[in-house]
């Protein structure tokens, strides 16, 4: 019985609860079918709308609307005028190019009212929308003269004359009288023009209309828009109507028109139409009392579990709602690295297809995702990368990263963890005000350094006399002490207490004080000059008068240039380093004693032309400093060699002239010059070190008849380069046949220019190998002389000629043109396998040339080859003549993408406090260590140590003058990446180069079991 009483109850049960269930549906069905109806009298609306604005445009034509009343009267006849719905206004634009508006804006003016400010920047575009005609938009912010400045107009504009038989709809934008607006837009012809027309649909008053007759009690609802049109896919909530509580069901309905939708979340609760019939299921109830109590406890405890599981189901799709309402992506992953939650703004951020947005899905879908379209470039092993990754995400904590997708936009990603272990991320795309950030920092940046490096002090007064700007080379310039001027602040008082003891011109003079001469500048009582300050300072100072009343005055630091007027007349005639006499007045003794000689007369005197051995290896070793302390001390020796009658002079660079007055015959000055050479061969001492040099002696004697003192110095001067060819320490007298010699390198010079005219300036190419592959890595290219006369040239036999006479920089200009041509020759039929630079040399004289970083930009834009294609090289010597001007050049060339060299680095030590300010990118090994590293182990440590020192600054090394396998080797285990030399090549012409760039030619690659069998190997490509 108990168990027939419990089936009884149970079917009875059963039975009830499906009744109800039938109930609830068909309840809940209507309330979806009110909502449904809801939605369609909206969509009605705004199609209503866009009919009648298209009627309206269809309108407007040139007979019919000649002023402002005539649109008014227009749109009263179509029923949009403002306070009725579906507008709240309406205006229309004309599309105008940018030489047509100012003649539009006057004829406009004098018929219509133009609404809002005019758009400054609008003249810098080359079409506009102009608004001739507009009613009710008093309140409304967006429209003005010109709706491109209105980023969702402007749109909508573009909008309508793609599709000028379809209505635009927009988002809705907030005016201010607190009114929320969605403009909608049509185009229209007026005669020969085209515009457009713009109604304001009032949202607000729609919806209301509406839900106020006809939504049902019981019937929540909560409005929101997705402005599609502008890439946004974020809903916005824009209203929303609360409704009674015991809230038991919710459903969406939406509807999209143009760039624009609106989605409906409705809630349906207990009273509406006075809720589901149970009274079936009740009535089953009690025919089961008996043994319903039992059953209506188990009943009441399924139905707390469901209205918990509905409960959360609420609170899930109310957490989804909120999540896709967030203008940032969002993702939640479990600790098992599973995608718990997410929203469309991620997927949108990193372009995830749809199918991989669902809950659940591990973390390494994603990632792999992201493998197969690139993200992260080449990936060898994809399950260590996804690993690598996933465990990267795992240890995680609180933290921000910015990430770089491959298009270029920043997404920067705020993580952190939940006390159960969850990892929640949030990414924001902050492409646009990174961009900003970067701008305006730039600007800074800029203004900073143009008033930090600026010449001048400069100072700005307002015309009330307070300071508005000022830099520091003024507090340098005047000896302001910090925190004296400050902006706001009176100007005048920070001045007083400095004295003015000149003034130039003199109408100044009875001034005392800075702050009285500059405001007699300022009140025109006195006139800008020179003034002069305390310890020996002068300042020039300018008045500028500004637009508004205010005062810029620039202070110039002329103290130097004072001081350097006041030495002129004494360094006209003296040399600054050395103070000896220099050559004008050394020409000008030699002149009176060559007047007073005879022929007849005894020898008498003789003209010495002295050149310092070495002295150029002091300089680039030990720095110019140095260099002219062993000057001074030099000159100061040679006072005490010579006698009481003779002259010294210094004649230029380490070149010194001595007149010896009164000798008796050619041995006696031969006598006086081997004393001379014997006093200079002892050491000098030099910042606690000794430096040992000597001097080669040019002897011009009388006797040769010379017509002038400049003659007879020319003459020593020849000389003495003949005593350099026999070796340091040499002297010579002048003879006739020395005269001859320098003529045949005149006759050298004037054929070298003339080999640059003709064009006969060449280069060869010598690769640079790798030494691990035996590839060609580039080449370095080579200046050759290719005379009709004399031959193939080589560098040695011109280039220090040209060096002298400053024609090396046309020939350098010339290399780098061949080798920036040859380059792009490569690139263009080569492809792939054109190398990927060519090494130039650079001279000293191109170095410290103004006008190079210009130069070789015009060379490589006129080769259309990019900079990254080009290597300049320096030797170690050549930064340290000026490491200041040397660094700020290279710097230039760096911008400019060309990568840098230093050439014969180690041959020297000068530089090596500089090196870490010059942006290298390689180092080159000088070929006397290559050379010299079998037999000295100081060689082989010496390339150790560079090759440790250049990878430690980032750069790679090339050895030069390989000329073994042995030598290829070693290098290679000292940490040399690249090498050239005879070994693997002598330099060859440019169809050589090309034939090996197209054999792809290797000299003998290394493997890591391969030996060196044979020092003598040849160097035959494979």
């Known amino acids: 019985m108990a168990i027939s009483t419990l089936l009884l109850v149970g079917g009875g049960w059963l039975f009830a609860q499906t009744m109800n269930q039938r109930a609830d549906k068909a309840w809940l ?12 009298k909206f969509a009605l609306t705004i199609e209503r709308a866009g009919r009648q604005l298209y009627a309206f445009s269809r309108g407007l034509a040139d007979d019919r609307i000649r002023s402002v009343q005539d649109f008014t009267d227009e749109a009263r006849r179509i029923g949009v005028l403002v306070g009725e719905v579906p507008f709240r206004a309406v205006a229309f634009a ?31 575009r080359a079409e506009s929308y102009v608004v001739v005609g507009a009613t009710g938009v008093d309140n409304f912010v967006t429209i003005g003269t010109d709706l491109m400045t209105d980023r969702v107009l402007a749109s909508m504009a573009e909008g309508a004359f793609r599709s000028p038989t379809e209505r635009i709809v927009g988002p809705s934008v907030e005016a201010r009288d607190g009114g929320l607006y969605t403009p909608i837009s049509v185009r229209a012809e007026w005669g020969d023009r085209e515009g457009i027309v713009i109604g304001l649909f009032d949202f607000r008053d729609a919806i209301e209309a509406i839900t106020q007759t006809s939504l049902p009690a019981g019937l929540g609802i909560e409005v ?246 000022w830099n520091d080379r003024l507090a340098r310039v005047l000896g302001l002490p910090q925190g004296r001027l400050i902006v706001g602040a009176e100007a005048w008082p920070a001045f007083t207490d400095i004295p003015l003891l000149t003034v130039e011109p003199a109408d100044g003079e009875e001034l005392v004080n800075l702050s009285q001469y500059l405001q007699a500048l300022a009140a025109d009582e006195t006139e800008a000059g020179m003034i002069k300050l305390e310890g020996d300072r002068w300042v020039d100072v300018t008045l500028h008068h500004m637009p508004d009343g205010g005062f810029a005055f620039t202070f110039t630091d002329e103290t130097a240039r004072k001081h350097a007027e006041d030495k002129l007349l004494h360094d006209a005639l003296h040399d600054t380093v050395t103070g000896l006499p220099n050559r004008s007045l050394f020409i000008d003794r030699v002149g009176q004693m060559l007047s007073r000689w005879n022929p007849g007369d005894s020898l008498g005197f003789a003209v010495l032309f002295l050149d310092l051995d070495r002295f150029k290896n002091v300089n680039d070793s ?24 003779d002259s010294i002079a210094r004649l230029a660079g380490d070149e010194f002239g001595i007149l010896l007055s009164d000798v008796s015959d050619r041995d006696d000055v031969l006598d006086r010059v081997h004393w001379i050479q014997n006093d200079m061969s002892a050491a000098f001492r030099l910042l606690d070190q000794e430096v040992f040099t000597s001097v080669s002696i040019g002897i011009s004697l009388p006797a040769s008849n010379f017509s002038n003192p400049e003659e007879m110095l020319r003459a020593a001067d020849i000389a003495m380069y003949r005593a350099k060819d026999k070796g340091m320490g ?56 290719e005379s009709p006369d004399r031959g193939l040239v080589r560098p040695g036999q011109f280039i220090p000629m040209a060096e002298d006479t400053g024609l090396v920089v ?181 169809d050589a180069a090309t034939e090996a760039l197209v054999s792809e030619r290797r000299w003998h690659p290394l493997t890591p079991s391969s030996d060196v069998e044979d020092d003598h190997s040849t160097s035959a490509a494979e």
């Open 622 to 645: 030990l720095g110019h400093d140095v260099g002219d302390i062993l000057l001074v001390e030099v000159a100061r020796r040679l006072e005490q060699a010579i006698g009481p009658g």
């Open 94 to 124: 004309v599309k105008v190019k940018a030489e047509e508006r100012p003649g539009l804006e006057q004829a406009i003016g004098r018929q219509f009212s133009i609404v809002g400010e005019p758009d400054t920047r609008a003249a810098e």
């Open 224 to 469: 929101s828009e997705r402005a599609t049109a502008v890439g946004s896919n974020v809903f916005r909530i824009l209203m929303a109507i609360e409704e009674a509580e015991d809230l038991i069901e919710t459903y969406k309905t939406s509807y999209t028109q143009g760039g624009v939708g609106w989605r409906f979340q409705w809630s349906v609760h207990e009273d509406f139409v006075g809720g589901p019939d149970h009274s079936l299921g009740t009535a089953m109830r009690w025919g089961s009392v008996a043994a319903g109590l039992v059953l209506i406890l188990l009943l009441l405890l399924f139905e707390i579990s469901r209205r918990r599981e509905r409960m959360l189901d609420q609170h899930s799709d109310l957490l989804q709602t909120m999540i896709d309402c967030m203008e940032e992506g969002i993702s939640v992953v479990t600790p098992d690295m599973k995608i718990a939650a997410s929203n469309q703004k991620f997927f949108d951020l990193y372009g995830f297809p749809a199918t991989l947005r669902e809950n659940g899905r591990p973390v390494s879908d994603y990632v792999d995702a992201r493998i197969d379209r690139g993200d992260f470039g080449a990936v060898d092993d994809r399950r260590t990368f996804i690993s690598n990754r996933i465990t990267k995400n795992l240890d995680a904590n609180a933290h921000n990263i910015v990430e770089e997708l491959p298009d270029g936009r920043c997404v920067e990603i705020r993580r952190s963890r939940t006390e159960d272990g969850h990892l929640v991320s949030l990414y924001l795309d902050v492409t646009e005000s990174r961009r900003n950030e970067t701008m305006l920092l730039d600007q800074a940046r800029v203004t900073q350094a143009a008033l930090d490096n600026m010449h001048n002090g400069l100072l700005l007064i307002s015309a009330t006399g307070r300071v508005l700007v």
């Open 810 to 990: 046309q020939i350098g200009a010339i290399a780098l043109k061949r080798s920036l041509l040859q380059m792009r020759e490569w690139r263009r039929t080569l492809g792939a396998k054109a190398p990927e630079n060519i090494s130039v040399n650079l001279s000293a004289r191109q170095l410290l040339d103004p006008e190079l970083v210009r130069e070789i930009e015009l060379q490589l834009a006129n080769a259309n080859v990019p900079g990254s294609c080009l290597k300049l090289e320096v030797t170690e010597s050549m930064i340290m003549r000026n490491p200041e001007q040397t660094a700020r050049t290279l710097m230039e060339l760096k911008q400019l993408g060309v990568a840098l060299s230093i050439d014969d680095f180690g041959t020297g030590y000068s530089s090596l406090s500089y090196l870490h300010r010059f942006p290298f990118d390689t180092l080159k090994v000088d070929r006397s260590f290559v050379l010299s590293m079998e037999n000295k182990r100081e060689s082989r440590e010496i390339i150790r140590t560079i090759a440790l020192l250049a990878h430690t600054l980032g750069m790679d090394v090339i050895a030069e003058g390989v000329e073994s396998a042995k030598q290829r080797k070693a290098l290679l285990d000292y940490g040399c990446e690249f090498g050239q030399g005879f070994f693997f090549a002598k330099p060859m012409a440019a």
């Open 730 to 785: 040499s002297l010579a007298v002048f003879d006739p046949q020395m005269q001859t010699r320098a003529i045949t390198q005149l006759q050298l010079e004037s054929d070298l220019r003339r080999a640059i005219e003709r064009d006969e300036i060449t280069v060869h190419f010598q690769p640079l190998i790798d030494l691990r592959s035996g590839r060609i890595a580039g080449f370095e290219s080579l200046a050759r002389w």
């Open 29 to 40: 069905d209507k309330a979806q079918q009110e909502g449904a109806s809801l939605t369609d």
